[in-house]
């Protein structure tokens, strides 16, 4: 890809970074002039991706999102590297297949601690920042991403869609409290897109199936899609959009 300046000076955050969409995203804002911090629990993972960047504008800052004191830690890590923060991307995330009623209680922990806790976590240690960023008179912007599950029910996923609802109504509450204060946050809902956490949905011929029948572009998401989507909703050219859930889903949700 040709290399932008379009970010450049700007300092992203994006959690879940170290493959699939998050891997994307943060491709995507490193070629467009951003400073880049790189999140995942797998600091391997998170080094292999920051390898191929320019170490000048690139932090990794390995660890759980779902631990409060961590959240607090990578916001802190990456003020003091790049001396303030403009967009937080909410993008780590699990799921879980099964029937509810025989999930044991660290299954459910798991799921609500990493896609709903994570979220709020990370989100209330950014925003002290994001504000003084939009003070400044800078664009500031949270960008959750959360699924078009969150949207209905699948019948194997019903933790999963609980989770991913919570985010998006979470947007929704924090884009009414913090738009006063100049910061944006929205919601983009991704169907079935290449990721590390797809693959078994992706290489079953059957389920395969089921989801083309109700996608009306017949293909699987690309982590580019996603990162085309957050690049826009956290760019000038979206400065009058929040509280939005954008699908990015093939047509999936019509």
Known sequence: MTQSTRFSGKTVIITGSSTGIGEGIARRFHDEGANVVINARNAEKCAAVAGSLDPERTLV????????????????????????LDCLVNNAGVADQGMLHKMDDARIDR???????????????????????????????????????????????????ASKGAVTNLTRGLALQLGPQGVRVNTINPSVTRSDMVDQIINNEG?????????????????????????????????????HTLHVDGGMAM
């Open 207 to 243: 389920a395969m199936k089921m989801m083309m029948n109700r996608m009306a572009l017949k293909r699987v998401g690309e982590p580019e899609d996603i990162a085309a989507a957050v690049l826009y909703l956290l760019s000038d050219a979206s400065t009058y959009v929040t509280g």
């Open 61 to 84: 800052v390995a660890g759980d999102v779902s631990k409060p004191d961590f959240a607090n830690e990578i916001v802190a890590k990456t003020v003091e590297r790049f001396g303030g």
């Open 111 to 161: 799921v609500i601690d990493i896609n709903v806790k994570g979220v709020n976590y990370l989100s209330r240690a950014a925003i002290p920042e994001l504000i003084k960023t939009a003070e400044s008179g800078a664009q500031a912007s949270i960008v959750n991403i959360s699924s078009v599950s969150g949207t209905g029910g699948d019948s194997m996923l019903p933790l999963y869609n």
